[in-house]
């Protein structure tokens, strides 16, 4: 009977380990009250398990972009190319920039006591405008909407370009696990924009037209110069240049 006690725990203890190397780590999501506390794992560190984790994720679109590629002997699809082709899951630019921007100003309301002493009295200015209650797109406040336009506002200021590339390769990734599990289609998508495009976002400087000008930036010529183009026209036709009238004449030599 011991005898048979001592075999029935060695099978137990085979089975338990089994079961220990079968689990899915990638699988485990840490609360979110915890968050903060995490490594900060760079998404421009080489050496984060996340960030090798999303360099060799390809997301499912490509796999079958690639195997309808083989398919067809490589033949190319007519047509403009989308902007972002790749992505599994078509979410609109200012979807993602909502929950990124969002997720920043959460945390900047927090933090921004932390950087107050370090920072210029305009740029204390930008921060408690930014944090105040007008400060996120709604209805009756200067944005409506997470649009170009209020894109273009914040990162046009300096303070908010370093102190939001600071928060995303500290605390992006951390952040969007309270979204998304890692190594899904979601992750590859809001990350993937977050890291090639929102984080190197430069303003794009409003193109007025051309009618809208004042008088002041859209100068006529003045008259010295319209008398100058009538000089040499007379001349260039071979008149006299008393067939110039006297009255120009006179304007010119003042």
Known sequence: MKHENNDDKETQDSINQQQDQNVDYKSIIIPDN??????????????????????????SSEKESQAAAGSQGGKKKRGRRPLRPFDPIKKKTEEKDKYWLRSFRSYMK???????????????DFWLDHLGGNGKPDK??????????????????????EQFQSWFSNYGQCELVKKCKPETDLWFVYYDYASKELYNYTPQKEKIPEQQLSEVENIEKTQEQILEEMMRFYMSMGWAYANFPLENQNKKML
């Open 34 to 59: 915890v968050w903060v506390a995490w490594p900060n794992y760079s998404s421009m560190d080489p050496n984060s398990n996340l960030f090798a984790l999303n360099q060799n994720y390809i997301p």
């Open 110 to 124: 927090f933090n921004y006591p932390n950087i107050e002493s370090t920072l210029t009295d305009e740029e204390k």
């Open 140 to 161: 009756g406040n200067r944005f409506l909407s997470y649009g170009k336009k209020y894109k273009d506002y914040l990162f046009s200021h300096q303070t908010f370009v």
